[in-house]
């Protein structure tokens, strides 16, 4: 994963509340292959309209969005459905950092994972922001190791979950710290299965069906 | 110190270590996969590695599939495809799967608590965010993403910082009409769409008590859409019932002594919660949702709001978008919308119960709109048949489909169109959820029977049958 320290950038004022993962990515295009780029479907429904025509003044559709790498939207960002797709599409788009009041859980965690910085700010600093962008289009800077955003002359803190800054700072993969552990784990395990013996096996025969399938 | 909530207790018993931030790595007893689940597998694939514990994984094909049929053979090239990625991912990792054709078939949260595979003290997940659902048999459940399935398939464990306890507690008696999805509908209107965001809910108090575990299945399943982490509600005897005998749960002599465990998990006495709502029974009404986010939800007998009486611009801006995208007019009588569609599916609204309820108040009526049911699994659905409710459905002009994920989130192609305006039995009236322009109004199932037989929505206390409490 690659690390995130500081980034300074253009900044998209989406300044909608409420995006959930349902519009970040219609399910209509999950289906496809990561390979495919993601970042075609990022909020399409809101890009293009029912005749697959770009949306005239929607934020993404206009020509410095290419360039951007920063969004910055209102309260609940990202709530709803658990698909990773969502950070995708975020990302291959181009986005490094998305700046919001508040974020759903799973979004954050999946951001993480994929190395975008999802950014806590105030409701009013979020304001002070989003009127600070709409002023010039100078670009943002997020600050990770300092957790401050500075756009203009406005300068705001944002919080992050001290383990998730870690990871980002240092680009961190899960699976290959876990591997670390691997003695515990095993210690665990085996206090585990002796206090909770039930718990050991799932079910026998849940497999039966697998031939059958596409008959 | 106090006593230790249901939450920390299981939390506690599946901690294997912290790292030096306090993050706990915990281990996973139960993990569903699903369709969505390739982009996991795939990671997997990309760095070489195998699935550690594949007995303890369960694939369910529900996302992607058709609910006219039960093969592949109608279904188009790219979906197909999706299913056949589960198929060949569980095949080559050696993880159970239940096919499409298998009469275990059904939506993940519908499927393992009736198999018995969902139990108290459980830590299960899956890349859903619904898992939450699985909590109200007393398992601590949460939804992740594709990253950490990965991670689960790899280790059977996770990282995760510890959430913050919330109890929503709850007294008195419904009145009739009034379900579990009335209850979460008029938590979440309250709290807002992120009003539990970084908490584990416990759901309790006599209301609660008094609920069937259905319903229980029900109003842990929406804990999402307020933000949270997960919804529990710890296990008493009406969970042991549930349980036994289920052919995933334990049996004989290792049931009576996982029954003595889980009951043990109760929240203490004395237990500390971070954050307490209280809700009374009798103040909770059959409610829908108006807007596009589950939070934008009122009683049937409210109004739609006016943009003008907003607290503040953005306010106003933000609820003058809802209003647009659902059509709707400030200050219109909600029970004066027309609706072009019912749709009465999905893991929050689907199980015998709620088709049974749905039944009891359509039969002998016709639906005035065209209409799907497709049951929660392929076992509600054959049960529901040996009952005749499906007769009744069809009677009433409703098609009676398969079972699947189908219009709550229309990946199989189940779709409203365009501009068209749904009641639904779902979870979410996200813009776009049931199709691109599609408009969605949430409520109960037999508030969606009420809309079906009126074709707006309707307050279902007026249609009513003698002595059936939905
Ligand atoms: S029924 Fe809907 S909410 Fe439930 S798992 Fe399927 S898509 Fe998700």
Avoid at chain 2, 79 to 95: M, S
Avoid at chain 2, 257 to 275: G, H, I, K, P, T
Avoid at chain 2, 306 to 331: C, F, I, N, V
């Amino acid at each position: 994963m690659r690390p995130f320290t500081q980034l300074t950038a253009p900044a998209c004022p989406l300044g909608l509340s409420n995006v959930d993962t349902d519009q970040l990515i219609p399910a209509r295009f999950m289906k496809e292959p990561r390979s495919v780029g993601y970042g075609q479907f990022l909020l399409y429904d809101l890009r293009f309209d029912a005749t697959q025509q770009p949306v005239a003044d929607f934020a993404l559709n206009q020509p410095e969005a290419e360039h951007q790498q920063i969004l910055v939207a209102r309260r609940n960002f990202g709530a709803g459905s658990s698909r990773e797709a969502a950070v995708y599409a975020l990302v291959d788009f181009g986005f490094r950092c998305v700046i919001a009041p508040s974020f759903g859980d799973i979004f954050s965690s999946n951001a993480v994972n994929n190395g975008l910085l999802p950014a806590v700010v105030s409701e009013e600093d979020c304001e002070r922001l989003l009127s600070a962008m709409h002023q010039k289009t100078s670009p943002i800077s997020v600050d990770l190791e300092q957790q401050r955003i500075e756009c203009n002359a406005v300068r705001i803190p944002f919080a992050i979950n001290p383990v998730w800054r870690t990871r980002l700072l240092n680009g961190w993969d899960d699976i290959d710290l876990t591997e670390g552990y691997r003695t515990e784990i095993d210690r665990f395990i085996h206090h585990y299965r002796q206090a909770y013996p039930w718990t050991e096996q799932q079910s026998q025969g849940a497999d039966a069906s697998i031939e059958r399938v596409n008959q | 110190m106090g006593g230790m909530t249901l939450f920390d207790k299981i939390w506690q018993t599946h901690e294997i270590c912290q790292n030096e931030e306090g993050q706990s790595l915990l281990w996973v007893d139960r993990h569903l996969a699903h369709e969505g689940s390739f982009h996991a597998f795939n990671k997997l694939a990309e760095r070489g590695l195998s699935v550690r514990h594949p007995e303890l994984t369960l694939g369910i094909a529900d996302h992607y599939v058709p609910t006219n049929a039960r093969n592949l053979i109608n279904v188009n090239a790219k979906t197909r495809n999706v299913i056949e990625q589960l198929i060949d991912n569980t095949r080559a990792h050696h993880v159970p799967l239940i096919g499409l054709d298998d009469p275990r078939q059904g939506i993940v949260h519908v499927v393992g608590p009736e198999l018995g595979l969902t139990q108290p003290g459980l830590l299960m997940v899956c890349g859903d965010s619904h898992t939450s659902t699985h909590g109200a048999l007393g398992a601590l459940a949460f939804g992740i993403g594709a990253s950490e399935v990965a991670h689960v398939l790899a280790t059977q464990t996770l990282w995760q910082s510890k959430p913050k306890c919330l109890r929503i507690h709850i007294d008195g008696e419904l009145a009739p009409g009034v379900s579990a999805k009335d209850i979460a509908l008029a938590w979440i209107a309250r709290l807002g769409a992120d009003g539990a965001r970084g908490y584990a809910i416990e759901y309790s108090g006599s209301t609660i008590a008094e609920l069937s575990i259905e319903a229980r299945l029900t109003l842990c399943n929406l804990s999402i859409e307020g933000g949270a982490r997960c919804g529990m509600i710890a296990a008493d005897e009406k969970t042991l019932d549930y349980i036994g005998g289920r052919p995933m749960a334990p049996q004989g002599k290792a049931f009576e002594q996982a029954s003595a465990y889980w009951l043990s998990l109760a929240s203490d006495a004395d237990a500390r919660f971070d954050l307490e709502l209280h809700l009374a029974a009798e103040d909770i009404a059959p409610t829908v949702t108006w807007g596009t986010s589950p939070e934008e939800a009122l009683p049937i007998t409210g109004k739609v709001p006016d943009p003008a009486q907003a607290q503040s611009a953005e306010a106003r801006k933000h609820l003058q978008d809802s209003l647009d995208y659902m059509g709707l007019t400030p200050g219109q009588a909600l029970t004066d919308i027309p609706i072009n569609r019912v749709f009465i599916g999905s893991c929050t609204n689907a199980r015998i119960e709620d088709l049974r309820t749905a039944a009891s108040i359509i039969k002998g009526h016709k639906s005035k709109v065209p209409g799907l049911i497709s049951p929660g699994s392929t076992e509600v659905k054959r049960q529901a048949e040996a009952e005749g409710l499906d007769q009744i459905f069809i009677e009433a002009g409703l098609e009676w489909r398969e079972s699947g994920c189908s219009m709550c989130v229309g990946m199989n192609g189940d779709q409203l169109q365009p501009g068209e305006r749904s009641a639904s039995s779902t979870n979410r009236n996200f813009k776009g959820r049931q199709g691109p322009g599609s408009r969605t109004h949430l409520m109960s199932p037999a508030m969606v029977a009420a809309a079906a037989i009126t074709g707006y929505l309707t307050d279902v206390r007026m249609l009513l049958p003698e002595e059936v409490t939905p």
